[in-house]
């Protein structure tokens, strides 16, 4: 019998193991035969949906920066999407109103003030 060997292939990358969260359960009764019963709720991932973005080549050279720091600081590969998507979620997370905002500019400066008061 081989002996098993612990290096990795040419590629791949080691995993993490995070800590398992314990599973969340609920109970149902079912009315039919009166016996309550404790069932798995697994969470519901949310549903990706595509987009493309045109970006201005001075935005564009922003994020590759960006990621090639990430990956000079951590040893680890930082897709532009990620970088695009948790600046996306930090802004939606800030409560910020955008209703009044017409374009680009508004937007940017409404992003700014709300940047510059958290300093």
């Known amino acids: 019998m081989a002996a098993k060997t612990t290096q990795k292939r040419a590629g791949q990358r080691a995993r993490r193991r995070?800590?398992?969260?314990?599973?969340?359960?609920?109970?149902?009764?079912?009315?039919?035969t009166g016996q309550s019963q404790e069932v798995l709720v697994l969470p519901a991932a949310p549903t990706p949906s595509r987009l493309t973005l045109t970006l201005r080549a001075d935005?564009?050279?922003?994020?590759?920066?960006?990621?090639?720091?990430?990956?000079?600081?951590?040893?680890?590969?930082?897709?532009?999407?990620?970088?695009?998507?948790?600046?996306?979620?930090?802004?939606?997370?800030?409560?910020l109103d955008l209703s009044g905002c017409r374009n680009e500019a508004d937007v940017k400066a409404a992003v700014s003030a709300r940047l510059a008061r958290r300093r």
């Open 59 to 95: 935005q564009r050279s922003r994020l590759d920066r960006a990621a090639r720091k990430i990956a000079r600081t951590t040893g680890r590969k930082v897709s532009l999407a990620a970088i695009i998507r948790g600046a996306l979620d930090a802004i939606m997370g800030a409560d």
């Open 18 to 32: 995070t800590p398992k969260e314990p599973p969340v359960t609920e109970v149902l009764y079912n009315r039919v």
